[in-house]
Nanobody, 122 residues
């Protein structure tokens, strides 16, 4: 059973930075993709970023491209989301996810973290 444990959420001022971490317990196939999604009140779950364990590529949602960076440390079984130049519209619950097709769509993700709140003040 794969479990994801997130940390790093909190309150930050606009223009600031925050780094989220996702610790993955249990073994995942080498072809698994890890992703970050977010959901604001009254809105659908939105794709943020994804990366395969191989690190061969990264993918980003249009709204965060150039500001956020996803990375992974295979030795630590951890996925990171570095968030820079944060804006109030980035405020949401952020979820770590993984699965064989977990690239841009939640339906392709088999495992999810509990979610961590990120609040950006203006």
């Amino acid at each position: 059973q794969v479990q994801l444990v997130e940390s790093g959420g909190g309150l930050v001022q606009a223009g600031g930075s925050l780094r989220l971490s996702c610790l993955v317990s249990g073994r995942t196939p080498s072809w698994y993709t890890m992703g970050w999604f977010r959901q604001a009140p009254g809105k659908d779950r939105e794709f943020v970023a994804s990366i395969p364990w191989s690190g061969d590529w990264t993918d980003y949602g249009d709204s965060v491209k150039g500001r956020f960076t996803i990375s992974r440390d295979n030795a630590k079984n951890t996925v990171y989301l570095q968030m820079n130049s944060l804006k109030p519209e980035d405020t949401a619950v952020y979820y770590c996810a993984g699965g064989g097709r977990c690239r841009r769509f939640p339906a392709g993700c088999d495992y999810w973290g509990q979610g961590t709140q990120v609040t950006v003040s203006s």
